[in-house]
């Protein structure tokens, strides 16, 4: 059913697309670099929570500017849950069939970890559910953003005291259950699969049309409301599910949540183009790479090693000045786009092959 | 004798201290094409957004075939069967015509948010229904090749005939159209009106008109009510409001 209308060539691409990502994830995994492990690893995640913010940003057309809370909120939902996982089964069980000797995971580890981070994720929807009909069900206008900004800084300072759910040091991961990017990569198909079928639906057409006149979408039958908490709801449970991928992964500490991921989150959607998911995963691939690696260079001068963060001001000035959509505005990438730019290769190369001689003439 | 699919009794609304339309009523039959004219600022408009849900009139009731819905939410009262133009045109603007058409289509398709993601045999059917009504209407209104254009790069003319064709796909019994020839040429608003008439025998629905235009709306309407100042000046057919001295009054002016 889920295929049924794809052509075959470009059901046949998807799939070989698939698998070279996740072979590539293996490889990552199983090479020896731990930097290149954690940049890939996060460039898988920030896809994940950009798209879960462009869902908001670019297709809802509402501003949200707090996700890195949600992020939070999955992260301390999936690392409670694992610990108490762990708690009731007991650590010799968890030696003996969730542990591979060389610290990897058996099949009931992958089936563990893959339910402690979709409960977290689901978690965090319902909360979102909650911050949606706060903010959007009575409210209009510009209130979104500033109520998600309230709820995530309430939710960064809580989880910040209580040394339960976190406190100053983050909550100490002894849980880890080998997250990998390859876990990731699975979790990045997922989500867009999940986006994608929800947008082609009526609940995205719905979305479409708030985003595009309010007063027009009511007029045609659509509750307005209901359906921007809907996709807010939808939001959260993607963001969460990015949060819990991050809890099970030793070298990401909670501090690095906050306002400053929000910030992050926000400046990846802008720079890839509001309602472009394509555009989304090329700029967290981007900034996450500009972070992890170039950052670290030994040639890159002192003053961008310590300051990172003033590429993003410039990104921002830069982007608003020549190019206000981002870098792919609302497209998206496609088998037939693709295919048609062999095409016109080909083309090309045929033309300048029949043009040369006349030159020479 | 056919049924009735819209009534309004004596409703009124006060913005402010200004009564933009007072005790207003009308009852109109499935399958009637009623004319609602008046002088800028009469307040035709705000008796549409009584009608449609916008606004909650002050006083007074509204029935869509034989229900009350004065106190129903916009989007519930379309399934009632009351669909709308804009004066000023209200678009989708960045989603391709098929799908401007399709949002309407939302209140005949019931299935689940999983049917959706999975894809299910109800998704398909329900969507290709869905598709395939949107596919006529856009044929009837002479859209058909734009279907996969985006809605902002259609040209002025072809953008209103899109907002009937929207407002057609959730089914109405009562469709509401707020000046659809404004801004159209002499031969378009021709072509426009002959394509009123038309979508009234195919989709079988009543219609209200609005029009600033007085000669225009005479010619296609069964019979029409003149408003002036929020208030009902007359009510009859072409014939009789053209030789009406108030409207004529109201019409050029005191
Ligand atoms: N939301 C509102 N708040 C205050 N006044 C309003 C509101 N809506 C309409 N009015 C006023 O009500 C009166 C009637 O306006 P309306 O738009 O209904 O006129 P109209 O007959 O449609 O005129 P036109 O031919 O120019 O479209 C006007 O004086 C207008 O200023
Ligand atoms: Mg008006």
Known sequence: ?361 | MSKVALKANNISIVFGGLRAVEDFSIEIKEGELVGLIGPNGAGKTTVFNMLTGVYIPTSGTIELRGVDVTKMSAHNRVKMGISRTFQNIRLFKRMSVLENVKVSSNINMNYSIFDGIFKTKKYYEQEDKATAEAMEILEVLGLSEYVNEQAQNLPYGKQRKLEIARALASHPSILCLDEPAAGMNPIETEELMETIKIVREKFNTAVLLIEHDMKLVMGICEWIKVISFGKEIATGTPDEIKNNKEVITAYLGE
């Not at chain 1, 306002?259 to 995963?281: K, P």
Request: proline share 2%.
């Open chain 1, 1 to 361: 059913m889920l295929f049924k209308r794809m052509n075959k060539r470009n059901l046949v691409s998807t799939l070989v697309a698939i698998v070279a990502l996740l072979a590539g994830c293996i490889f990552v995994q199983n090479g020896e670099s731990l930097l290149w492990t954690k940049i890939i690893s996060k460039i898988l995640i920030f896809s994940i929570a950009a798209l879960a913010l462009n869902v908001v940003c670019g297709c809802l057309g509402e501003f949200a500017l707090g996700h890195g809370g949600f992020l939070l909120l999955g992260y301390t939902a999936a690392v409670l849950i694992a610990t108490f996982t762990k708690n009731m089964i007991g650590a010799d069980f968890y030696k003996e069939f969730v542990y591979t000797t060389r610290g990897g995971l058996q099949p009931l580890g992958y089936l563990i970890l893959t339910s402690d981070v979709l409960i977290a994720a689901v978690i965090t929807g319902l909360f979102g559910f909650v911050v949606g009909i706060i903010a959007l069900g009575r409210l209009k206008g510009d209130y979104l953003a500033i109520v998600t900004l309230g709820v995530s800084l309430i939710f960064v300072n809580i989880t910040k005291n209580i040394p339960a759910l976190g406190g100053a040091q983050g909550i100490n991961i002894n849980i880890n259950l080998g997250g990998s990017p390859l876990i990731y990569g699975i979790m990045l198909v997922v989500s867009i699969f999940l986006i994608l079928t929800f947008m082609k639906s009526r609940f995205g057409r719905a979305t479409l049309a708030c985003r595009d006149d309010n007063i027009a979408a009511e007029a045609c039958g659509v509750a307005v409301n209901k359906s921007k908490v809907l996709t807010f709801t939808f939001s959260a449970l993607i963001a969460g599910l990015a949060g819990a991928l991050y809890a099970h992964f030793n070298a990401f500490k909670p501090i690095e949540f906050g306002q400053d991921l929000s910030i992050e989150l926000l400046i990846i959607v802008v720079l890839g183009g509001l309602g472009s998911l394509t555009g989304s995963i090329i700029s967290a691939g981007i900034i996450v790479f500009y972070n992890l690696w170039f950052c670290t260079r030994s040639w890159v001068p002192e003053f961008f090693a310590s300051n990172p963060k003033i590429i993003y001001g410039i990104i921002l000035v830069v982007i608003m000045l020549f190019r206000s959509s981002g870098i792919l505005g609302t497209a998206e990438f496609s088998w037939d786009w693709f295919y048609g730019l062999f095409k016109k290769l080909k083309n090309k190369l045929i033309k300048n092959k029949k043009e040369t001689p006349k030159e020479v003439e």
